[in-house]
Each structure stands twice: as C-alpha cells, then as structure tokens.
C-alpha cells in the first residue's frame, strides 16, 4: 500500500488507472479505523480493481465547541488494518494542502441538512459535502462508500451526486455493531467502562422501536414514547432527538411508511453524543 501525502499526485494516480480502464473504489474516511471502516473496504474490495482509502480528519465539519482537538488518531493502527485489507492507496492529505490560504468554496445540500443532525449540529454537512466532493475529484472513483450508520450523510452525499450530475455510484453498507449491540464508532473510545454499559441503550431502543413496528404499530409518536421510555431507563444518557422520518426526504413521519422509514437517535453518554438509527 503507497500512502499519498499530495492531492495532484493522488489526481495522477486515479488518472493513470482510469486511462487504463479500471475500476476504483473509494472509503473515504476520518481514520481510527474498527470494523465498520473495514466492511467498507472489503466491499470496495470485491466490486473494484483498485481501491483508495482517505484519512482525513476535516476541521470543516466540526463546530469550535465540538471535538476536534480530541478526535482519535492512529495512523500507524489504521495503515496495518488497511495493508491487511489489501488497500492500494492510503491518501492522507494535511489540512493545509486541503485548505490553503484563499479557500472561499464550499458545497451545500440545503434541505436535507436542515433536520436531524443538522438541526444539532447546523454547520456539519456543509462541512462534509465540501471535502466529500473535494475527495471524489482528487481520487475520481467509479464508486465511493459510506456506512448506514451515518444515515443523514449518506442521504445527503447521494442528494449532492445527483444534483451535480457526478457520476459516481454510491454505495451504503449495513451498520456494524459489537456484540451486545452497540453500533461500532470512533467516539466510542471516549466511553468509560459504566458509559460503554449503558451505551447499548440506543441500540435498545431501537429494538424497541422495531418490535412495536413487526407488531402493527404504525403511529410515529406511539414508537417515540416507548423508545424514551427505554433511554430513561439509563441514568447517564440523554436524548439530544429521537426522529422518524422518511427515507426519500427526510420530512418527519406521523405513520411509518413500510420501506421508506428512518428511525433515528442521538444520545449523550455523560460527555459523548452518540447517534444510531434503523431502516425500516
Ligand atoms: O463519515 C466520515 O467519516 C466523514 O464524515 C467523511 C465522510 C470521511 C467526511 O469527512
């Protein structure tokens, strides 16, 4: 695996691969790699001939009161996971050659990023969408990947592929989750030991929402009630929001709609806020 430090370099290499008429897959990623992370790659893996994998932790999308600073990284860890996977290319890009001095540009899906997270967290997916399109057109991927988990990203990332006609596939893998159920994240490293117990509790909750769901119940509210009933029952969490919303839009549902539902959450375990979600 070559780690590329300069995006022209990265351009040349994508380049040279298109030229030849091969596939290139795409992870874009904020390093402090788990399994979530490596589903992605072996998915790129299996459906390209050459696969590209970005770290880069994009001040963009973090607010000054956010964790920036503290955000996890270990690049010697993530660079040994990746070689494992059989990565061909590490991009790892500085801040300053992403943002120079002069940098005035940015992108912005304007109605899908109004709800949600972006109701918590008003100046994140501008943040994303700007290095996310700076991304695809340093490593021009035939397919780009990104996890379920982050539902809102996800959506928001295929609005902006098609509204500006970039041709690129994206793709959108199933949540990994640990053991009892917790979905896999870099903030969970900011858990201790009580805080990880009790962070199963989105997850719960979400089981929650699904039981009432396969049993009939249909009526939004109903399903939210019961699903706060569940994370009250952790002393240290705190909801930030529990949505259902649909799929397609993002505008928020009074009944399920099978098919096109999101249910989602975002929860503070003492100081880390946690998001998680379930399509139904
Ligand atoms: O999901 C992430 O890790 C980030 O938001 C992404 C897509 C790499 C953009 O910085």
């Avoid at 949600?116 to 700076?134: A, I, N, Y």
């Avoid at 699904?210 to 009250?232: C, F, P, Q, R």
């Amino acid at each position: 695996m070559r780690i590329i430090y300069s995006a022209d370099e990265m351009q040349q290499i994508a380049n040279k691969y298109r030229e030849l008429g091969k596939k290139i897959g795409f992870v874009p990623t904020m390093g402090y790699l788990h399994e979530g992370h490596l589903s992605l790659v072996r998915k790129a893996k299996e459906d390209n001939d050459v696969v590209f994998v970005s770290i880069f932790v994009n001040p963009l999308q973090f607010a000054p009161n956010e964790d920036l600073d503290k955000y996890p990284r270990d690049l010697r860890r993530d660079e040994e996971l990746l070689k494992e996977e059989g990565v061909d290319f590490l991009f790892y890009p500085a801040v300053e050659k992403m943002y120079p001095d002069g940098f005035q540009t940015y992108v912005e899906v304007e109605k899908l990023t109004k709800v949600l997270e972006g109701k918590s967290r008003p100046t994140h997916f501008k943040g994303v969408t700007t290095v996310v399109l700076k991304l695809f057109n340093i490593t021009k991927p035939h397919r780009a990947y990104f996890g379920k988990k982050d539902a809102q990203q996800l959506l928001v990332i295929r609005r902006m592929v098609k509204d500006l006609n970039l041709d690129i596939d994206v793709v959108g893998m199933p949540i990994v989750r640990e053991e009892d159920g917790l979905a896999m994240s870099s903030r969970n490293k900011y858990l201790n030991e009580e805080e990880r117990k009790q962070a199963v509790c989105l997850y719960k909750s979400l089981k929650k929402a699904e039981e009432l769901i396969n049993s009939g119940e249909t009526d939004a509210k109903e399903i939210i009630d019961e699903m706060k009933k569940v994370i009250k029952s952790y002393p240290l969490a705190e909801i930030d929001y529990i949505s259902i919303n649909r799929l397609s839009d993002l505008e928020e549902l009074k009944t399920i709609e099978k098919g096109n539902t999101l249910v989602s959450l975002a929860v503070r375990i003492g100081q880390t806020r946690l998001i998680d979600n379930m399509w139904f």
